[in-house]
């Protein structure tokens, strides 16, 4: 029996992490208590969520839409706020015990740093705000003594493989990866890939900017970078293994050459209840896999040359300092462009590569240089896509 209930912060509760997470929460009423929903500008769904779950707290982070929110919730007894500062200060108070950082990109990373400064747990599905800062997070997160959990498929399933493994030393680990819409394509198929094709995820339903990032693998060059930091491993211990069923979601391999895989169903409820429950494993009624509905699982290498992202991450993430950062900021201007159909798919590894390649490298960063490398970064590839 739990004496206290778990209180919940739900950053992004719109998005397609935020709404699995609601459906887990709403699951176990008796575990949970949801404290805080914000949005970016979905006002109508926030609203919608507002009333269905009825929590403390709700925070639109776009101000143009705080009166609409403030009025169709006139009549519930929930504080209403709009603004990026409030969804920092939220997550401040002590009813609130476990942050899901579900915001999408660098957006992410200001709430974080200031639930971690607040000691509390953060369930980290925000992986952008390791790959721009993990430096700094890691070193907030020690002083804080504030835990992260990774709700990121494979990461999660690196965290479960090393349950009871604390002193073991990790090897290497194995990132696995569906490959996406575009797995096995050549460049020069490459050039004429749509938007509406690069939007069409084989195993997983997810937001845009992530789906975007899996199909150019560039996903999964953040997730190495992400995993560098979450289980403090070198370059070199991070291996990518492309696995089209998505059934393993990642292995670790021991020093005694032992390999531990963690698998089912591609579902996100899985990790996101892990990672809001952890050390505790609910039941639940999510669908179970069935060996005999998959009588192959089958690997492949990542074709490197095609996918560039793979080593552009792996370069950023040796150069250290602000390079990620800046690898990021161009990204999330490149996806977006893409997203509105501005420059092509191809578009998207060149911008990262020309801006990695020629911003400045700041080491030793402190929040400022990140903030300033990420405006820098963003300018530049914003020239690059032909935005103003
Ligand atoms: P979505 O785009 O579906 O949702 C993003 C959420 O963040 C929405 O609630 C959105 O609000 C909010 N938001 C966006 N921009 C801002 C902003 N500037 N300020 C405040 N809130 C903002 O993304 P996902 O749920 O797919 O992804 C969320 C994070 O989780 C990403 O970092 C992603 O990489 C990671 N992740 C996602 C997985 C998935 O299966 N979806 C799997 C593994 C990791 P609004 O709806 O109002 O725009
Ligand atoms: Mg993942």
């Given at each position: 029996?739990?004496?206290?209930?778990?209180?919940?912060?739900?950053?992004?509760?719109?998005?397609?992490?935020?709404?699995?997470?609601?459906?887990?929460?709403?699951?176990?009423?008796?575990?949970?208590?949801?404290?805080?929903?914000?949005?970016?500008?979905?006002?109508?769904?926030?609203?919608?969520?507002?009333?269905?779950?009825?929590?403390?707290?709700?925070?639109?982070?776009?101000?143009?839409?705080?009166?609409?929110?403030?009025?169709?919730?006139?009549?519930?007894?929930?504080?209403?706020?709009?603004?990026?500062?409030?969804?920092?200060?939220?997550?401040?108070?002590?009813?609130?015990?476990?942050?899901?950082?579900?915001?999408?990109?660098?957006?992410?990373?200001?709430?974080?740093?200031?639930?971690?400064?607040?000691?509390?747990?953060?369930?980290?599905?925000?992986?952008?705000?390791?790959?721009?800062?993990?430096?700094?997070?890691?070193?907030?997160?020690?002083?804080?003594?504030?835990?992260?959990?990774?709700?990121?498929?494979?990461?999660?399933?690196?965290?479960?493989?090393?349950?009871?493994?604390?002193?073991?030393?990790?090897?290497?680990?194995?990132?696995?990866?569906?490959?996406?819409?575009?797995?096995?394509?050549?460049?020069?198929?490459?050039?004429?890939?749509?938007?509406?094709?690069?939007?069409?995820?084989?195993?997983?339903?997810?937001?845009?900017?992530?789906?975007?990032?899996?199909?150019?693998m560039m996903n999964k060059g953040l997730e190495i970078?992400?995993?560098?930091?979450?289980?403090?491993?070198?370059?070199?211990?991070?291996?990518?293994?492309?696995?089209?069923?998505?059934?393993?979601?990642?292995?670790?391999?021991?020093?005694?050459?032992?390999?531990?895989?963690?698998?089912?169903?591609?579902?996100?409820?899985?990790?996101?209840?892990?990672?809001?429950?952890?050390?505790?494993?609910?039941?639940?009624?999510?669908?179970?896999?069935?060996?005999?509905?998959?009588?192959?699982?089958?690997?492949?290498?990542?074709?490197?040359?095609?996918?560039?992202?793979?080593?552009?991450?792996?370069?950023?993430?040796?150069?250290?300092?602000?390079?990620?950062?800046?690898?990021?900021?161009?990204?999330?201007?490149?996806?977006?462009?893409?997203?509105?159909?501005?420059?092509?798919?191809?578009?998207?590894?060149?911008?990262?590569?020309?801006?990695?390649?020629?911003?400045?490298?700041?080491?030793?960063?402190?929040?400022?240089?990140?903030?300033?490398?990420?405006?820098?970064?963003?300018?530049?590839?914003?020239?690059?896509?032909?935005?103003?």
């Amino acid at each position: 029996m739990h004496v206290q209930k778990k209180g919940i912060a739900i950053l992004g509760s719109t998005g397609s992490i935020g709404t699995q997470a609601l459906e887990v929460i709403e699951s176990n009423p008796n575990y949970f208590d949801l404290q805080v929903l914000t949005a970016g500008s979905n006002v109508s769904l926030l609203i919608e969520q507002a009333k269905k779950y009825k929590p403390n707290t709700v925070v639109i982070a776009n101000e143009e839409k705080y009166l609409e929110l403030r009025n169709a919730l006139e009549d519930f007894d929930i504080h209403v706020y709009a603004g990026s500062d409030a969804l920092s200060q939220v997550v401040e108070s002590k009813e609130v015990h476990v942050v899901l950082t579900a915001l999408v990109g660098y957006a992410g990373l200001i709430p974080t740093i200031k639930a971690i400064e607040s000691r509390k747990t953060i369930a980290l599905a925000n992986k952008e705000t390791l790959v721009v800062a993990g430096e700094l997070i890691k070193k907030l997160a020690r002083k804080y003594q504030s835990n992260i959990y990774p709700v990121d498929s494979e990461h999660s399933a690196i965290f479960q493989c090393l349950m009871g493994e604390y002193k073991n030393p990790i090897e290497k680990i194995y990132l696995t990866a569906s490959g996406g819409p575009f797995r096995g394509y050549s460049l020069e198929q490459l050039k004429t890939v749509t938007l509406k094709q690069a939007l069409k995820h084989p195993n997983w339903s997810m937001g845009a900017k992530i789906t975007i990032d899996s199909a150019s693998m560039m996903n999964k060059g953040l997730e190495i970078i992400e995993a560098k930091w979450l289980f403090d491993l070198k370059e070199d211990q991070i291996d990518v293994i492309v696995h089209p069923q998505s059934i393993i979601h990642s292995i670790v391999q021991f020093e005694d050459g032992s390999m531990k895989a963690q698998m089912g169903l591609p579902d996100m409820k899985l990790p996101i209840q892990f990672a809001l429950t952890y050390p505790d494993r609910l039941p639940s009624t999510f669908p179970r896999f069935n060996f005999l509905d998959y009588p192959q699982l089958n690997f492949e290498k990542p074709d490197v040359e095609v996918f560039t992202s793979l080593s552009l991450a792996r370069e950023a993430m040796l150069m250290e300092g602000t390079a990620a950062c800046s690898l990021n900021a161009a990204n999330e201007i490149a996806v977006e462009a893409f997203l509105n159909e501005k420059i092509s798919f191809l578009d998207i590894l060149e911008v990262n590569e020309k801006v990695l390649k020629q911003i400045n490298n700041q080491t030793s960063p402190s929040l400022t240089d990140y903030i300033d490398a990420d405006k820098e970064a963003r300018n530049f590839a914003k020239k690059l896509c032909g935005i103003n």
